[in-house]
């Protein structure tokens, strides 16, 4: 280094980040506030006077297991971090506040989002489209993270689609008609739905149990899971538990990572051709709980081809028992450094958050 020199003549200009306002459109929400103080207290919403019938044990059960999950977005939105992108503090809204979006003040620079997922923004009705119109003419962005058939199913779609900025969606291919409506500009990314979890939230487990985790859904205990699920436990005997009834709460998940091995049965929407390259998400938050992700395959792959390429999760096919079991032992016989390799890999590529900072930092 020359002494003499300036130094500061030699330092390049510094590239100005992008400032980055989303507010996260969730129905169990109700007036615009604080992503992370409504994330925290999710779990104390009273929801007997939110579903249809309070006095349904079963129901208000379903109930607090989605309205968790959903309020678990809202965390992940507001620990959203990009090299290129300055977050500032994110918003939740239901639809009684969502018009408030467009009243409130910037700070300079600001660049604000709406985010709405899977089939919420139906919630809206027939005023759908015009509640988002009207949102982008005020200067408001949006992103649709439709992990379901929303082309096909979603009544408003057609309304919605016009005013997006950026749709991520795992069905495929969208209805024709749908995607015309799409703004030219529109950027799409077609991949499946991800781990709704704060990157590295959970800490590696360097010894967890020898054992393995059958995580089932709302399918329940249906002929073909009992078969399942006797069959591995007369395999594994006592190193295998399964949970079968519905699905785990969020305050559930992080306790899960004391196994290593976690087996997801089965893909979403088998039957639908729309949703053949589809996967649940269990796969996605187990590996970045530190477990080996075992997963059924979906009809077509998808987006599982590249990871199980790559030794980032386990598959077998629908029904091929022998190759479950010899998917479980190759689980239960990884070392740390294996395991450590998918931790890394999920909480850093296969993240909500992770997605959507992306997404909406490509969209500059």
């Given at each position: 280094?020359?002494?003499?020199?300036?130094?500061?003549?030699?330092?390049?200009?510094?590239?100005?980040?992008?400032?980055?306002?989303?507010?996260?459109?969730?129905?169990?929400?109700?007036?615009?506030?604080?992503?992370?103080?409504?994330?925290?207290?999710?779990?104390?919403?009273?929801?007997?006077?939110?579903?249809?019938?309070?006095?349904?044990?079963?129901?208000?059960?379903?109930?607090?297991?989605?309205?968790?999950?959903?309020?678990?977005?809202?965390?992940?939105?507001?620990?959203?971090?990009?090299?290129?992108?300055?977050?500032?503090?994110?918003?939740?809204?239901?639809?009684?506040?969502?018009?408030?979006?467009?009243?409130?003040?910037?700070?300079?620079?600001?660049?604000?989002?709406?985010?709405?997922?899977?089939?919420?923004?139906?919630?809206?009705?027939?005023?759908?489209?015009?509640?988002?119109?009207?949102?982008?003419?005020?200067?408001?962005?949006?992103?649709?993270?439709?992990?379901?058939?929303?082309?096909?199913?979603?009544?408003?779609?057609?309304?919605?689609?016009?005013?997006?900025?950026?749709?991520?969606?795992?069905?495929?291919?969208?209805?024709?008609?749908?995607?015309a409506r799409l703004r030219p500009g529109c950027r799409t990314l077609h991949r499946s739905w991800v781990a709704n979890l704060v990157p590295w939230a959970a800490p590696f487990n360097e010894a967890p149990e020898?054992?393995?985790?059958?995580?089932?859904?709302?399918?329940?205990?249906?002929?073909?899971?009992?078969?399942?699920?006797?069959?591995?436990?007369?395999?594994?005997?006592?190193?295998?538990?399964?949970?079968?009834?519905?699905?785990?709460?969020?305050?559930?998940?992080?306790?899960?990572?004391?196994?290593?091995?976690?087996?997801?049965?089965?893909?979403?929407?088998?039957?639908?051709?729309?949703?053949?390259?589809?996967?649940?998400?269990?796969?996605?938050?187990?590996?970045?709980?530190?477990?080996?992700?075992?997963?059924?395959?979906?009809?077509?792959?998808?987006?599982?081809?590249?990871?199980?390429?790559?030794?980032?999760?386990?598959?077998?096919?629908?029904?091929?028992?022998?190759?479950?079991?010899?998917?479980?032992?190759?689980?239960?016989?990884?070392?740390?450094?294996?395991?450590?390799?998918?931790?890394?890999?999920f909480n850093r590529r296969e993240t909500v958050g992770t997605v959507v900072a992306e997404m909406i930092a490509a969209e500059g």
């Amino acid at each position: 280094m020359n002494p003499t020199a300036d130094p500061m003549a030699a330092q390049p200009p510094t590239e100005r980040r992008r400032t980055i306002r989303v507010c996260y459109f969730n129905t169990w929400a109700r007036e615009l506030e604080d992503a992370r103080t409504y994330a925290d207290r999710a779990a104390a919403i009273e929801l007997a006077p939110l579903v249809s019938d309070p006095r349904d044990p079963a129901l208000l059960r379903k109930a607090r297991l989605d309205c968790d999950w959903y309020g678990e977005n809202a965390r992940c939105f507001a620990a959203m971090r990009h090299d290129g992108l300055e977050f500032l503090p994110a918003w939740v809204s239901g639809p009684p506040g969502l018009i408030e979006l467009a009243r409130q003040p910037r700070e300079p620079g600001e660049e604000r989002w709406l985010i709405t997922m899977g089939q919420q923004p139906q919630a809206l009705k027939t005023a759908a489209g015009k509640v988002f119109a009207l949102l982008a003419k005020s200067g408001v962005r949006h992103l649709l993270y439709a992990f379901d058939e929303a082309s096909r199913t979603m009544a408003c779609f057609n309304d919605v689609a016009p005013h997006l900025d950026v749709l991520i969606h795992d069905e495929w291919p969208l209805v024709e008609a749908g995607r015309a409506r799409l703004r030219p500009g529109c950027r799409t990314l077609h991949r499946s739905w991800v781990a709704n979890l704060v990157p590295w939230a959970a800490p590696f487990n360097e010894a967890p149990e020898e054992k393995i985790i059958f995580l089932g859904s709302q399918l329940g205990l249906t002929p073909h899971r009992r078969r399942q699920i006797e069959f591995l436990r007369q395999t594994f005997k006592d190193r295998f538990v399964a949970s079968h009834d519905h699905s785990v709460s969020v305050a559930e998940r992080f306790s899960l990572n004391r196994f290593k091995v976690s087996v997801c049965p089965e893909g979403r929407h088998f039957a639908s051709p729309a949703m053949s390259r589809s996967h649940t998400d269990r796969p996605f938050w187990s590996g970045c709980l530190g477990m080996v992700p075992v997963a059924e395959n979906s009809k077509a792959g998808g987006r599982l081809d590249e990871l199980a390429a790559a030794g980032l999760i386990l598959r077998y096919a629908h029904g091929d028992g022998k190759a479950l079991v010899a998917a479980c032992e190759r689980a239960l016989a990884m070392g740390a450094d294996e395991r450590r390799r998918i931790h890394e890999h999920f909480n850093r590529r296969e993240t909500v958050g992770t997605v959507v900072a992306e997404m909406i930092a490509a969209e500059g």
